[in-house]
């Protein structure tokens, strides 16, 4: 039996939650937004080149593990992460490591996982959590949307850490090594947040960054005459789901953002933060009136107003106001 | 998003315990976490994406019971798997497991094999070679 004395927040989002709790066990207490912020993790694309479950990908977030990845660099602290290809080795491995009292963070699918209710477990392999402890054949789990520690199976933690399809994590553990004894916050804001405007403003692709946002407004007005009606209206239902499903704290992560930006003002004497975080927010309120014109359509509960025109012009509006934000953002860093 | 719009339109979680994190503001302009219990657009979007799924395992068990399929058939729709991502599971060749879809291919598999579709959907051997008679009971909620 061996359990680490993590401490367990719940967050909204998998991958910033699991890092803003690992940082906290070694001492660099941050919040989920700050860990959010530092590691850069806003962005937006439309890619209809690739298909989850037959349907487009949008993506509010930048890639996966990007955010651990930047967070922990930049702050100056030391991440191991190892795959493995043995899923008994892969456990064996992670047990050395609870053995030695460390938490470690996993990358796993989240169709096996045994604690998911139902109605969420589909095949997505981009869910991270943290084990926590083993206790007999059960495993600790601090799953960061998860209120509280939840206890898994073995069998069902393996077979999640081995889960197939696209982006399959093959296993992928990471722990923190080595923490700097001081952190300089300011400079990792600051250079988290000169990478979000960068790649949201200068992405040279045009499915990325502002430009994608024109680019999804241009196509979902042509949804109904090119791919006809119920098509078109999946499309709208994976639209809702990849913005407001559980872990992006609301609007694609826009208000976890605008609460990154609030907490930032005052630790950069930077007081326009806090406006530029009052207009996110007010964006964010946007892409939620998206979601809800988009639920209309998709529920045929549509009025004369509610139609895929209004979409995309929300969608445009969006797109102005965000770009506003980071030339704004870019000027005052 | 105001704490006081912070949605709690029960759907997805059914249970009383479980809450997920927004992000919202409270009066004095501050960002503070709020637990919600779901929001109804994504109720419905959500809804509508195990409707498809629903409809895919209702379309494929009608033909399991017609005798063009074979009862895997009916545990990879279930499991919502195609026959690529069955494939990479079992570590056959698609085409092997494209064959064991068909009554035929299925028929005679020895046990071995069996066992190991068996594994991956956490079946008895038994329940792999059957489905259910019920269209009630063919889904997990």
Redesign the interface.
């Known amino acids: 039996m061996s359990v680490t004395d993590f401490q367990h927040r719940q967050s909204s989002h998998c991958e910033s939650g699991v890092s803003a709790n690992l940082l906290s066990h070694y001492g660099i207490h941050i919040t989920e937004a700050m860990a959010f912020g530092i590691g850069a993790g806003l962005f937006f694309a439309y890619m209809p080149f690739i298909k989850v479950n037959k349907l487009p990908l949008t993506t509010y977030r930048c890639e996966v593990g990007g955010i651990l990845k930047r967070v922990t660099q930049t702050l100056g602290c030391r991440l191991h992460r190892q795959e493995f290809k043995d899923p008994l080795k892969a456990m064996t491995a992670l047990d050395a490591l609870l053995g030695q009292k460390i938490p470690v963070g996993c990358r796993t699918g989240a169709f096996w996982l045994p604690y998911f209710p139902p109605a969420f477990r589909f095949h997505f392999n981009m869910h991270n959590l943290v084990v926590c402890g083993k206790e007999g054949d059960e495993y600790l789990i601090s799953d960061p949307v998860f209120p509280n520690v939840v206890r898994c199976s073995a069998e069902a933690l393996m077979k999640s850490r081995f889960a197939q399809g696209p982006l399959a994590p093959n296993g992928v553990m990471y722990h923190i090594t080595y923490v700097p004894a001081e952190v300089d916050l300011e400079a990792g804001i600051k250079k988290g947040l000169k990478t979000v405007c960068r790649r949201m403003l200068n992405t040279p692709l045009p499915f990325a960054g502002i430009r994608g946002i024109g680019f999804l407004a241009n196509r979902l007005e042509k949804w109904p005459t090119r791919l006809g009606n119920p098509t078109a209206i999946l499309h709208v239902g994976q639209l809702i789901r990849m913005q407001e499903e559980i872990g992006t704290g609301g609007a694609g992560f826009r208000f976890m953002f605008a609460a990154f930006l609030q907490e930032a003002a005052p630790l950069l004497g930077a007081p326009d933060l806090l406006e530029l975080s009052r207009q996110m927010t007010e964006t964010g309120d946007l892409w939620r009136k998206l979601a809800v014109v988009g639920a209309r359509i998709c529920k045929g509960r549509a009025s004369e107003a509610d139609t895929y025109a209004t979409m995309a012009g929300l969608l445009r509006e969006c797109a102005r106001r965000e770009a506003l934000i980071y030339r704004k953002l870019m000027e005052s860093l | ?1 105001r704490i006081d719009d912070v949605p709690q339109d029960k759907g ?4 009383d ?9 409270n009066p004095e ?3 503070v ?1 709020a637990a919600s219990a779901g ?4 109720n ?3 809804s ?3 409707e ?1 799924v629903r409809e895919t395992v209702l379309d494929i068990w009608s033909k399991v019971r017609a005798g063009k399929l074979s009862p895997l058939a009916y545990h990879m729709a279930r ?3 195609n026959v690529g ?1 069955l494939a ?2 079992v570590r056959y060749s698609r085409l092997r497991v494209w064959c064991h879809l068909k009554p035929a291919g299925f028929r005679r598999l020895p046990p071995d094999i069996l066992s190991r579709y068996a594994t991956v959907f956490d079946l008895e051997i038994d329940a792999l070679q059957q489905v259910p008679d019920n269209a009630q009971e063919l889904m ?2």
Do not use: F, S, T
């Not at chain 2, 997805?12 to 249970?15: G, K, L, R, S």
């Not at chain 2, 929001?39 to 994504?42: A, I, M």
């Open positions: 998003m997805m979680i059914d249970n315990n479980l809450r997920e994190i927004c992000y919202a503001v302009g501050r960002y976490l929001w109804e657009p994504k419905i979007a959500n509508q994406a195990w498809l499991n919502q798997m991502l990479k599971y997990p909620i």
